[in-house]
């Protein structure tokens, strides 16, 4: 298992390089300029901003840039300083990733909790009320962007109810309080996860429906074991290899939903740090939130691997 966690590392160098040169052709060549943030409207005429473009780097040809972004990654494991404040971009990323991580932590949680259980019962049910009730869910949840289901949320659960907090992750500022965190938290995770439950209850009630028509399942009946069990241990456990390749290959598309849901509940996230960013042209700061995430979606990849050989020990990772 080691030798296979190095090797995997190893061969995710090449793919995390090609992610940042890529990354930053798109984001150099991108209209706009960082310097647009020192211009002062109210000068009148044209300002030089030469100087300021010197002393940020960006007045050099791409290569050269990004030969310097490479050289203080490489060296020193520096994603460079930010163009708005001249803050370490990894002191500003470590200080928004908590906050990121908790989000999403929480809305993989919860859709887990909810989507597992759903899909499985769809299945034993299938055509049933319950499973139309649901597989209409699924198709809506979907559908639906998570920025439309936010502001809906934030309208009838914030402004009309009055039960939640409109934005921020906390209100006691002086001392850490539970449940102020807990309720700052709910609206932002439930939305992120609204779509998170609906896919994997859809992809768990197909697999769960697949794996019962197994000859194995047939012949548990056979012996006369109870449904329960027939479910729960011998069918459950296979069925969920397709939910865990989905959970990893959703972490890109749910760090990109964190985006919009951070900007909007004002969550103080690495999502909201690289909106902020875009804005500005804080190329540093994009670049080091595009690395993080790339690394993320590397990790997750691995980690589903390693999943693999628990949900199914036939799986031999040093062998692949």
Known sequence: MTKYIIRRTLQALPLLFIISIISFLLMTLAPGDPTAMYENPEAGGEQDLSAIKEQLGVDQPIYIQYAKWLKLLVLEGNLGYSFQDGQPVMQKIVERIPATLLLMGTAIIISLILAIPIGVYSAVKKYSLFDYFFTFYSF?????????????????????????????????????????????????????????????????????????????????????????????????????????????????????????????????????????????????????????????????????????????????????
């Open 140 to 320: 809506l949840g979907i559908a639906v962007p998570s920025f439309f289901i936010a502001l809906m949320v934030i309208l009838f659960f914030s402004l009309k109810l009055s039960w939640f907090p409109v934005s921020g992750m906390r209100e006691n500022f002086d001392s850490f309080d539970l449940w102020d965190r807990v309720h700052h938290l709910i609206l932002p995770s439930l939305t992120l996860a609204f779509g998170l439950i609906a896919s994997k209850s859809r992809y768990m009630r197909s697999s769960m429906l697949e794996v019962i028509k197994q000859d194995y399942v047939r012949t548990a009946r056979a012996k006369g074991l109870s449904e329960g069990k027939v479910i729960f241990k011998h069918a459950l456990r296979n069925a969920l290899i397709p939910i865990i390749t989905i959970l990893a290959l959703q972490l890109p598309a749910l760090f990109g939903g964190a985006l919009f849901i951070e900007q909007l509940f004002a969550w103080p996230g690495m999502g909201r740090l690289t909106v902020n960013a875009i804005f500005i042209r804080d190329y540093q700061v994009i670049m080091g939130t595009t690395m993080i995430a790339g690394v993320m979606v590397v990790f997750s990849n691995l980690i589903a691997d390693i999943f693999y050989a628990v949900v199914d020990p036939r799986i031999q990772l040093g062998k692949n």
